[in-house]
């Protein structure tokens, strides 16, 4: 009973923050500083200093700021358009058509880029024009395009994933790893669903704009040869055994200011542009993760994450009972929190309740980043939907019930991964 207290009071000081307008970083070291008063005699100081400095000066984290400077720069290439040039001629003759441009895209897209808000706003300034023009149907174009852009928090390299590895200790490479499987099975999910709705709602898709031969087909698909060989090049040396995470982005980086050099793309304003971009969100999140950190400290002053994990321990829940409880929490504080703010909040009380129920936490990580994805397409603070309310001047309330389907989609994702591991946990023993 007096952990529950305990949790409420420290639940309630980082809501009143929150909903004060402070940054979610400053609203954690707020608690941390809250915790430390109450319940030790140590200097809070010398302990906020040395705990976040800590955090900051870790060796893994150096991988995400160049992963998203990566993004940035390609967010402000002609990605996109070749994309959809090189796609788009074998998209045309499966049910629903041109609506796969926006899976397969953001599919590619996530595979360089490990943000899911800039994985919709790269694949949507392209093909929602070119969708809406063919007349294809608003809501699926929407909905498909908000389900896929979460595939960039899965799909290596993913930001979501390296904020968790460093968060719970975990390899950052096998996590990547470990992500290529679960994002695949999303992605075909989403295919199967516009193959339904194709099928179903014939007099809806438009006719292919032309019917084209395997020559042309083929001249086309040159178009993707960039981005597919940058991704073979980073994740390749990754899996490969040949670079880090860390020295794999600093290769990402040159790639993309190369192709954008040779696109004739890279401007001073653009290159300055996603530089400060990837500056300003390398911040915020440095600000979250050293929060989290000293959060974490706090919390351990308290007692209270031994206390939980306790607590729970003696309610004797099954394995798949307490993924259940954990995944209808997620999806609760996806509605008020974004996704790595949600990580990094939550595994200093988590991850013991993970090792007593001998949870994988490998495993874990692909299971609560699908999660956090769908908190993605989840009103009121679901990034993708604002993305796209911007892009289409639909409300949030259309944006939302376009995307529904997708997050049904993911449901059924986890509950795969739940019933089979191995979707996760295969890959990243094999390639050891």
Same mark, same amino acid.
Request: hydrophobic share 55%.
């Given at each position: 009973?007096?952990?529950?207290?305990?949790?409420?009071? $420290?639940?309630?000081?980082?809501?009143? @923050?929150?909903?004060?307008?402070?940054?979610?970083?400053?609203?954690?070291?707020?608690?941390?500083?809250?915790?430390?008063?109450?319940? #030790?005699?140590?200097?809070?100081?010398?302990?906020?200093?040395?705990?976040?400095?800590? =955090?900051?000066?870790?060796?893994?984290?150096?991988?995400?700021?160049?992963?998203?400077?990566?993004?940035?720069?390609?967010?402000?290439?002609?990605?996109?358009?070749?994309? $959809?040039?090189?796609?788009?001629?074998?998209?045309?003759?499966?049910?629903?058509?041109?609506?796969?441009?926006?899976?397969?895209?953001?599919?590619?897209?996530?595979?360089?880029?490990?943000?899911?808000?800039?994985?919709?706003?790269?694949?949507?300034?392209?093909?929602?024009?070119?969708?809406?023009?063919?007349?294809?149907?608003?809501?699926?174009?929407?909905?498909?395009?908000?389900?896929?852009?979460?595939?960039?928090?899965? /799909?290596?390299?993913? /930001?979501?994933?390296?904020?968790?590895?460093?968060?719970?200790?975990?390899?950052?490479?096998?996590?990547?790893?470990?992500?290529?499987?679960?994002?695949?099975?999303?992605?075909?999910?989403?295919?199967?669903?516009?193959?339904?709705?194709?099928?179903?709602?014939?007099?809806? /898709?438009?006719?292919?704009?032309?019917?084209?031969?395997?020559?042309?087909?083929?001249?086309?698909?040159?178009?993707? @040869?960039?981005?597919?060989?940058?991704?073979?090049?980073?994740?390749?040396?990754?899996?490969?055994?040949?670079?880090?995470?860390?020295?794999?982005?600093?290769?990402?980086?040159?790639?993309?200011?190369?192709?954008?050099?040779?696109?004739?793309?890279?401007?001073?304003?653009?290159?300055?542009?996603?530089?400060?971009?990837? #500056?300003?969100?390398?911040?915020? /999140?440095?600000?979250?993760?050293?929060?989290?950190?000293?959060?974490?400290? =706090?919390?351990? @002053?308290?007692?209270?994450?031994?206390?939980?994990?306790?607590?729970?321990?003696?309610?004797?829940?099954?394995?798949?009972?307490?993924?259940?409880?954990?995944?209808?929490?997620?999806?609760?504080?996806?509605?008020?929190?974004?996704?790595?703010?949600?990580?990094?909040?939550?595994?200093?009380?988590?991850?013991?309740?993970?090792?007593?129920?001998?949870?994988?936490?490998?495993?874990?990580?692909?299971?609560?980043?699908?999660?956090?994805?769908?908190?993605?397409?989840?009103?009121?603070?679901?990034?993708?939907? $604002?993305?796209?309310?911007?892009? #289409?001047?639909?409300?949030?309330?259309?944006?939302?019930?376009?995307?529904?389907?997708?997050?049904?989609?993911?449901?059924?994702?986890?509950?795969?991964?739940?019933?089979?591991?191995?979707?996760? #946990?295969?890959?990243?023993?094999?390639?050891?």
């Amino acid at each position: 009973m007096e952990e529950l207290v305990l949790t409420g009071i $420290f639940l309630l000081i980082l809501f009143f @923050f929150l909903g004060s307008g402070i940054w979610v970083g400053l609203s954690l070291i707020g608690v941390a500083l809250a915790g430390m008063w109450l319940y #030790t005699s140590r200097p809070v100081g010398d302990a906020m200093v040395t705990t976040m400095w800590a =955090s900051a000066s870790s060796w893994t984290l150096t991988a995400l700021p160049l992963f998203i400077w990566m993004g940035e720069i390609l967010f402000r290439s002609r990605l996109s358009e070749d994309m $959809f040039q090189g796609l788009a001629p074998w998209m045309s003759r499966l049910p629903g058509r041109l609506i796969h441009v926006n899976i397969v895209g953001c599919t590619i897209f996530a595979a360089i880029s490990g943000s899911s808000a800039a994985t919709v706003a790269t694949i949507g300034k392209m093909s929602l024009p070119e969708l809406d023009k063919r007349g294809y149907p608003a809501r699926l174009s929407i909905g498909s395009l908000a389900g896929a852009g979460t595939l960039g928090l899965l /799909i290596p390299p993913s /930001i979501a994933l390296i904020v968790y590895g460093v968060t719970v200790n975990v390899s950052i490479s096998k996590l990547f790893i470990a992500g290529i499987a679960p994002g695949l099975l999303l992605a075909v999910l989403f295919m199967g669903y516009v193959v339904g709705y194709g099928m179903a709602a014939r007099s809806t /898709i438009p006719k292919p704009d032309e019917e084209l031969t395997l020559a042309v087909k083929l001249r086309r698909s040159v178009y993707l @040869f960039p981005v597919l060989g940058l991704i073979g090049t980073v994740l390749g040396s990754i899996y490969g055994g040949w670079f880090t995470a860390t020295e794999a982005a600093v290769l990402g980086v040159i790639g993309a200011l190369a192709l954008a050099w040779l696109q004739g793309s890279l401007t001073w304003d653009a290159f300055w542009s996603s530089l400060m971009g990837a #500056t300003r969100t390398s911040c915020m /999140i440095a600000l979250i993760l050293a929060g989290a950190s000293f959060l974490s400290l =706090s919390m351990g @002053f308290t007692g209270l994450p031994r206390a939980l994990a306790e607590a729970i321990a003696s309610l004797d829940l099954t394995r798949l009972e307490l993924l259940i409880i954990l995944a209808a929490f997620y999806i609760l504080l996806g509605c008020i929190l974004d996704g790595i703010s949600s990580i990094v909040l939550t595994m200093a009380v988590v991850e013991p309740m993970l090792l007593d129920a001998g949870i994988d936490l490998l495993w874990f990580g692909i299971f609560v980043v699908i999660l956090i994805e769908t908190a993605q397409i989840t009103p009121p603070i679901g990034f993708n939907l $604002f993305v796209l309310q911007g892009m #289409t001047g639909r409300s949030i309330v259309q944006v939302a019930g376009a995307a529904w389907p997708f997050f049904l989609l993911m449901v059924v994702a986890l509950v795969a991964i739940v019933a089979f591991p191995d979707i996760v #946990t295969w890959l990243p023993t094999t390639m050891r």
